[in-house]
C-alpha cells in the first residue's frame, strides 16, 4: 500500500502523457485501476459546501482526492479526477465554453456550436492544423453537445460521428449522473456514478455495467 500511495502522490497529476487518444492524452488503464483501487479503499465520500461552491466526491484525510463534481458559485461545473485538492482531468462547463482534458493538454469547445475552438497542450495553443483535426474548411467529426432525450434524460458530452465518444456526463431523470469515458456510443471505460443521496461508485464500464 505504501508503494502504491507514493506511485499515485507522483505519478497521477503527470500521468497525461500514458496514453494518446482522440485529441488529448488520457491515463491508460492500468493507471486508471490503481487509482480507482487506491480510492476505493481509502477515501470517503462526502458532501461540502462553501463560500465559493459545493463539491460532491471523494477527500482522503480531509483533503480532496478521488473522483467528484464541483459546482463553483459562478455556475461553473468541474467533473472528473482531482488529486490533492485540485481537479486533473475531466469536463469544465462554463457559460459558453466546455474544456475537455488535463490541466496541461485539453479541447476546447464552443457550447453554441459544439465546434473546437482550440487545443492547449504545454507548448502551448495548437493550430486546427493538428493531426487529429481536420483541414480548417473540413467540419471537424469532433464536437461537444448537449443532448436532451423524450424519457427525460440528458447527455453533455464529446461526440464522434453523431455518436457519443470520448468523455461526458448523462443525466437520469431521477437525479442520478454518471461521468467518464465512450467509445461508439457507448460508455466503454473508466467513469464514476453519481447517486442523488450523494453515494458514488467508481470503476471501468462496458454500456451498463459496472465491470471492476
Known amino acids: 500500500m505504501i508503494k502504491k500511495i507514493l506511485f499515485l502522490l507522483l505519478f497521477v497529476p503527470a500521468f497525461i502523457k500514458a496514453q494518446q487518444v482522440a485529441l488529448y492524452p488520457q491515463m491508460c488503464d492500468e493507471l486508471q485501476k490503481v487509482f480507482c483501487d487506491y480510492v476505493t479503499n481509502e477515501a470517503e465520500t462526502r458532501y461540502i459546501s462553501s463560500r465559493h461552491g ?60 459544439g465546434g473546437i475552438l482550440r487545443i492547449h497542450t504545454v507548448e502551448g495553443d495548437v493550430k486546427l492544423q493538428y493531426p487529429y483535426i481536420p483541414a480548417a474548411d473540413t467540419p471537424s467529426p469532433y464536437s461537444f453537445k448537449k443532448v436532451t432525450y423524450s424519457n427525460g434524460d440528458a447527455y453533455y458530452g464529446e461526440v464522434f460521428n453523431g455518436k457519443r465518444h470520448g468523455y461526458g456526463v448523462y443525466y437520469w431523470a431521477n437525479g442520478d449522473f454518471w461521468y467518464g469515458e465512450y467509445r461508439d ?8 456514478l453519481f447517486k442523488v443521496n450523494h453515494k458514488i461508485f467508481c470503476g471501468k464500464w462496458i454500456g451498463d455495467c459496472k465491470v471492476e
Request: overall charge negative; proline content about 0%.
Open 54 to 113: 459545493q463539491y460532491v466526491g471523494n477527500l482522503i484525510d480531509n483533503v480532496i482526492y478521488g473522483w467528484g463534481y464541483y459546482l463553483a458559485d459562478n455556475g461553473a461545473q468541474t467533473y472528473g479526477q482531482f488529486s490533492r485538492g485540485k481537479h486533473f482531468f475531466g469536463i469544465t462547463l462554463t457559460g459558453e465554453v466546455a474544456r475537455v482534458g488535463s490541466t496541461e493538454h485539453f479541447v476546447e469547445y464552443d457550447l453554441a456550436t
Open 185 to 192: 456510443g457507448y460508455r466503454q471505460g473508466y467513469g464514476v
